[in-house]
Protein backbone atom coordinates (compact mmCIF):
# COMPACT_ATOMS: atom_id res chain seq x y z
CA UNK A 1 0.00 0.00 0.00
CA UNK A 2 1.20 2.94 -1.18
CA UNK A 3 1.25 5.98 1.51
CA UNK A 4 2.13 10.33 0.34
CA UNK A 5 2.17 11.91 3.81
CA UNK A 6 2.44 15.71 3.26
CA UNK A 7 3.49 17.66 6.23
CA UNK A 8 4.92 21.17 6.94
CA UNK A 9 1.41 23.13 6.09
CA UNK A 10 0.34 26.01 8.37
CA UNK A 11 -0.10 29.56 8.43
CA UNK A 12 2.18 32.47 7.78
CA UNK A 13 2.23 36.10 7.30
CA UNK A 14 2.02 37.67 3.60
CA UNK A 15 6.26 37.16 2.75
CA UNK A 16 6.91 34.53 5.06
CA UNK A 17 8.39 31.23 4.28
CA UNK A 18 7.30 27.67 4.36
CA UNK A 19 8.73 24.35 3.23
CA UNK A 20 6.65 21.41 2.77
CA UNK A 21 7.08 17.37 2.82
CA UNK A 22 5.74 14.50 1.10
CA UNK A 23 6.94 11.43 2.70
CA UNK A 24 6.39 8.18 0.49
CA UNK A 25 5.94 4.52 1.80
CA UNK A 26 5.02 1.38 0.29
CA UNK A 27 7.55 1.43 -2.47
CA UNK A 28 10.58 3.35 -3.63
CA UNK A 29 9.55 5.54 -6.71
CA UNK A 30 13.04 5.35 -8.58
CA UNK A 31 11.37 6.14 -11.88
CA UNK A 32 8.31 8.35 -12.83
CA UNK A 33 7.73 11.70 -11.11
CA UNK A 34 6.50 13.90 -7.88
CA UNK A 35 4.34 16.33 -7.86
CA UNK A 36 2.23 19.03 -5.85
CA UNK A 37 -0.68 20.47 -6.64
CA UNK A 38 -3.35 23.23 -4.26
CA UNK A 39 -7.25 23.64 -4.13
CA UNK A 40 -8.44 26.85 -2.89
CA UNK A 41 -11.86 26.92 -1.69
CA UNK A 42 -14.26 27.19 -4.30
CA UNK A 43 -11.66 26.73 -6.81
CA UNK A 44 -10.53 23.77 -8.92
CA UNK A 45 -6.95 21.69 -8.27
CA UNK A 46 -4.41 23.31 -10.08
CA UNK A 47 -0.26 22.39 -10.30
CA UNK A 48 2.13 24.26 -8.64
CA UNK A 49 5.13 21.91 -9.65
CA UNK A 50 6.87 18.54 -10.27
CA UNK A 51 10.13 17.11 -10.59
CA UNK A 52 11.46 13.68 -12.09
CA UNK A 53 12.90 11.05 -10.25
CA UNK A 54 15.52 10.69 -13.36
CA UNK A 55 17.25 13.98 -14.10
CA UNK A 56 15.75 15.85 -11.69
CA UNK A 57 14.47 18.45 -13.98
CA UNK A 58 11.70 20.55 -12.66
CA UNK A 59 8.79 22.45 -13.95
CA UNK A 60 6.35 25.50 -12.17
CA UNK A 61 3.42 26.99 -12.39
CA UNK A 62 4.07 30.46 -13.73
CA UNK A 63 1.61 31.83 -10.71
CA UNK A 64 5.01 30.16 -7.85
CA UNK A 65 7.95 30.52 -10.47
CA UNK A 66 10.78 32.45 -9.06
CA UNK A 67 9.09 32.06 -5.70
CA UNK A 68 8.44 28.31 -4.89
CA UNK A 69 11.42 25.31 -5.50
CA UNK A 70 10.59 21.86 -5.71
CA UNK A 71 13.21 19.39 -4.90
CA UNK A 72 13.75 15.56 -3.57
CA UNK A 73 15.80 13.41 -1.74
CA UNK A 74 15.54 10.03 -2.96
CA UNK A 75 17.25 8.44 -0.22
CA UNK A 76 14.60 9.57 1.79
CA UNK A 77 11.95 8.64 -0.58
CA UNK A 78 10.62 12.27 0.05
CA UNK A 79 9.76 15.32 -2.14
CA UNK A 80 9.90 19.11 -0.66
CA UNK A 81 8.27 22.41 -1.54
CA UNK A 82 9.92 25.51 -0.60
CA UNK A 83 7.91 28.24 -0.70
CA UNK A 84 8.90 31.80 -0.10
CA UNK A 85 7.69 35.31 -0.27
CA UNK A 86 4.12 33.64 0.45
CA UNK A 87 0.86 35.88 -0.57
CA UNK A 88 -2.50 35.23 0.62
CA UNK A 89 -3.30 33.74 -3.13
CA UNK A 90 -1.36 30.94 -2.03
CA UNK A 91 -3.77 30.20 0.43
CA UNK A 92 -5.06 26.18 0.04
CA UNK A 93 -4.83 22.88 0.89
CA UNK A 94 -1.53 21.34 -1.06
CA UNK A 95 -1.51 17.77 -2.23
CA UNK A 96 1.36 15.98 -2.83
CA UNK A 97 1.39 13.32 -6.13
CA UNK A 98 3.69 10.30 -7.38
CA UNK A 99 3.63 9.19 -11.33
CA UNK A 100 5.03 6.09 -11.34
CA UNK A 101 5.14 4.68 -14.77
CA UNK A 102 6.89 7.46 -17.21
CA UNK A 103 9.93 8.08 -17.66
CA UNK A 104 8.85 11.60 -20.19
CA UNK A 105 6.99 13.81 -20.61
CA UNK A 106 6.30 17.31 -20.94
CA UNK A 107 5.10 20.53 -18.88
CA UNK A 108 1.66 19.81 -20.11
CA UNK A 109 2.06 16.24 -19.06
CA UNK A 110 2.93 16.76 -15.77
CA UNK A 111 0.58 19.68 -15.17
CA UNK A 112 -2.57 17.09 -15.77
CA UNK A 113 -3.38 15.75 -12.01
CA UNK A 114 -4.65 12.28 -14.37
CA UNK A 115 -0.62 11.93 -15.02
CA UNK A 116 -0.15 10.97 -11.28
CA UNK A 117 -1.13 7.16 -9.41
CA UNK A 118 -0.94 8.37 -6.15
CA UNK A 119 -1.87 10.93 -3.54
CA UNK A 120 -1.89 12.49 -0.33
CA UNK A 121 -4.30 14.15 2.36
CA UNK A 122 -3.19 17.24 1.89
CA UNK A 123 -1.82 20.24 4.25
CA UNK A 124 -3.27 23.28 4.60
CA UNK A 125 -1.25 26.42 3.73
CA UNK A 126 -2.75 29.99 4.88
CA UNK A 127 -1.03 33.26 4.05
CA UNK A 128 -2.60 35.97 5.98
CA UNK A 129 -2.26 39.58 4.97
Known amino acids: QVQLVESGGGLVQAGGSLRLSCAASGRTFSTGAMGWFRQAPGKKREFVAAIWHIGGSTYYADSVKGRFTISRDNAKNTVYLQMNSLEPKDTAVYYC??????????????????????WGQGTQVTVSS
Open 97 to 118: AADSHSYSGSYYYLAEARTYDY
